[in-house]
């Protein structure tokens, strides 16, 4: 069996902002009634509950997000990823749902420091000054399919595809350069 390795091995840049590979999470897509009580027992279990529409639940180094309707993302270490999938999977057995450990398909990342929204702000169409921790967006970084939280006070968290995590890396480090430099 090979070695789990993230997309881009944990690769940083700093500018007026840190922007950083989260290495290797766990994420699994929930596909589900939101309101069903077998998926409240399940995260309850995690220690966790069901967020509300574009909310973030952080508890025990696990966080559930609202992506949809019907659609949440459990983040977690990436070790725990297939166990919780399996666990989820057989919670919810007796409804329609979809448990899937997407955790290989995804790439994570951090912005950090002071003037980290300066960088998502030069790439998405989101409104940052007003946009509360725990609250979950999904939009464009650039060309770019992204799902972006603030995750601490002085960070935002931004999740993409694997197949564009290197694409993703370059336009981070270049919007937290001054004036977004290239050279």
Same mark, same amino acid.
Request: charge should be neutral.
């Given at each position: 069996?090979?070695?789990?390795?993230?997309?881009?091995?944990?690769?940083?840049?700093?500018?007026?902002?840190?922007?950083?590979?989260?290495?290797?999470?766990?994420?699994?897509?929930?596909?589900?009634?939101?309101?069903?009580?077998?998926?409240?027992?399940?995260?309850?279990?995690?220690?966790?509950?069901?967020?509300?529409?574009?909310?973030?639940?952080?508890? &025990?180094?696990?966080?559930?997000?609202?992506?949809?309707?019907?659609?949440?993302?459990?983040?977690?270490?990436? &070790?725990?990823?297939?166990?919780?999938?399996?666990?989820?999977?057989?919670?919810?057995?007796?409804?329609?749902?979809?448990?899937?450990?997407?955790?290989?398909?995804?790439?994570?990342?951090?912005?950090?420091?002071?003037?980290?929204?300066?960088?998502?702000?030069?790439?998405?169409?989101?409104?940052?000054?007003?946009?509360?921790?725990?609250?979950?967006?999904?939009?464009?970084?650039?060309?770019?399919?992204?799902?972006?939280?603030?995750?601490?006070?002085?960070?935002?968290?931004?999740?993409?595809?694997?197949?564009?995590?290197?694409?993703?890396?370059?336009?981070?480090?270049?919007?937290?350069?001054?004036?977004?430099?290239?050279?």
């Amino acid at each position: 069996m090979s070695e789990a390795i993230s997309a881009l091995k944990g690769a940083s840049h700093t500018g007026f902002a840190t922007v950083a590979e989260a290495g290797l999470t766990g994420m699994i897509s929930i596909r589900a009634d939101l309101k069903s009580k077998a998926l409240a027992k399940a995260l309850k279990g995690l220690g966790l509950s069901t967020p509300g529409q574009r909310k973030v639940i952080t508890a &025990d180094g696990r966080s559930v997000a609202w992506m949809s309707p019907d659609e949440l993302l459990l983040i977690c270490s990436y &070790d725990e990823a297939p166990g919780l999938s399996q666990s989820l999977s057989e919670a919810l057995a007796k409804e329609h749902s979809l448990v899937t450990n997407v955790s290989d398909a995804r790439a994570m990342f951090t912005v950090s420091g002071e003037k980290g929204d300066e960088v998502l702000m030069k790439l998405c169409p989101v409104d940052f000054v007003t946009f509360p921790e725990g609250e979950m967006r999904r939009t464009r970084a650039a060309q770019v399919a992204a799902a972006l939280w603030r995750s601490g006070p002085q960070e935002l968290s931004v999740i993409c595809f694997r197949s564009v995590a290197a694409y993703m890396l370059g336009l981070l480090e270049v919007s937290s350069r001054k004036g977004g430099e290239i050279f």
